[in-house]
């Protein structure tokens, strides 16, 4: 089976499990339609724009991306390290987040963070490595996961999205607490990250790592 066949056949595979376990995902999936999550390599650059993304709407985040990546060349740990903290303000990162890419950086260059290891890596040990970076939580890693390393069964509770798609799709009286999300999400398994892709449409949004 060649490797294109083989992610078709997995996709399939994950939406047929959705729909026959989750009835609300069932009519969501008909609702939205084919599957068509965007990928990124796993990558500093990835992890860094991640850390820019946190905390701001996809639009601003993006052009505050671009303009670093226009000031480093290409978003390389020693490109970012040659910038002085002023010129990553300029390009639009507030002081807290240029440490925190500077920190991810640092931990790139020296080794602790090897993301030619990493697709190799269980989730939890991942998670485990990336969350010893200042600025790196959970949230941020689960959007590696999912967006770079491709995981197939991450659920991001910490994201506002995923918690608001799940109050309004099961007519919950407020956002789900962690507990309540993997209650929701047990029938999903083990396609948490293709469920949670169509819960985002559902806000008519887009997650962006």
């Known amino acids: 089976m060649t490797r294109g066949r083989g992610i078709l056949f997995q996709m399939e595979k994950a ?14 999936i008909g609702r939205v339609g084919r599957y068509g999550i965007r990928y990124h390599e796993p990558t500093f650059r990835a992890l860094a724009r991640s850390i820019v993304f946190q905390q701001l709407n996809g639009t601003a985040a993006a052009a505050i991306f671009d303009r670093l990546e226009k000031a480093c060349g290409e978003v390389t ?13 300029k390009a639009g990162l507030s002081e807290r987040k240029a440490e925190y890419v500077r920190d991810l950086a640092k931990h790139a260059r020296d ?22 970076v200042r600025g790196i939580g959970e949230w941020t890693v689960h ?10 069964d991450v659920l991001p509770v910490g994201d506002y999205g995923i918690r608001t798609a799940m ?11 962690p507990k309540a999300m993997e209650e929701i999400a047990r029938p999903w398994r083990p396609w948490a990250s293709v469920a949670s892709w169509y819960l985002w449409r559902s806000l008519d949004g887009e997650a962006e790592l």
């Open 143 to 152: 959007m590696f996961l999912i967006f770079a390393l491709r995981r197939p």
């Open 77 to 89: 740990p020693e490109n970012l390290l040659r910038l002085r903290m002023a010129r990553l303000r």
């Open 167 to 177: 109050k309004n799709l099961y007519a919950l009286d407020g956002l789900p607490k």
């Open 15 to 28: 939406l047929a499990h959705l729909r026959k376990s989750d009835p609300v995902m069932d009519a969501l």
């Open 111 to 132: 080794g602790a963070v090897d993301f030619t290891a990493m697709p190799s890596l269980p989730d939890a040990e991942a998670v485990e490595r990336l969350t010893q």
